[in-house]
């Protein structure tokens, strides 16, 4: 699986910024998509998740003002950030699980797959 986001951006404390992310190859080995996003001097840590079902799930910091979406005919990962405060200022990563069980194609994949980041600055 390869996962290439889109560039970030400066935005100002308020703004709304959209992430993307395109998911390639042994995409139907995908069972849930997600971000991650990573602070200086900080732990990665989790944002937000879709499973293939649609059902998602979200860190306590971010509810309600973030939404994961995901597009299965593009095969392409959203994150729509509104509300947006200095501290969620960090590299942000596209991450994607796989199923290596349903179908025998996948079983040689690994369990995790990660995008390159993408770096979103919040300025109040």
């Known amino acids: 699986v390869q996962l290439v986001e889109s560039r970030g951006g400066l935005v100002q404390a308020g703004d709304s910024l959209t992430l993307s992310c395109a998911a390639s190859?042994?995409?139907?080995?995908?069972?849930?998509m997600a971000w991650y996003r990573q602070a200086p001097g900080k732990e990665r840590e989790f944002v937000a998740q879709?499973?293939?079902?649609?059902?998602?799930d979200y860190a306590e910091s971010v509810k309600g003002r973030f939404t994961i979406l995901r597009d299965e005919e593009k095969n392409t990962l959203y994150l729509q950030m509104n509300s947006l405060k200095p501290e969620d200022g960090a590299v942000y990563y596209c991450?994607?699980?796989?199923?290596?069980?349903?179908?025998?194609?996948?079983?040689?994949?690994?369990?995790?797959?990660w995008g390159q980041g993408t770096q979103v600055t919040v300025y109040s």
């Open positions: 991450n994607s699980k796989t199923d290596r069980t349903t179908l025998w194609l996948c079983q040689d994949l690994t369990d995790d797959y």
């Open positions: 190859r042994d995409t139907v080995c995908i069972s849930a």
């Open positions: 879709i499973t293939t079902t649609g059902s998602t």
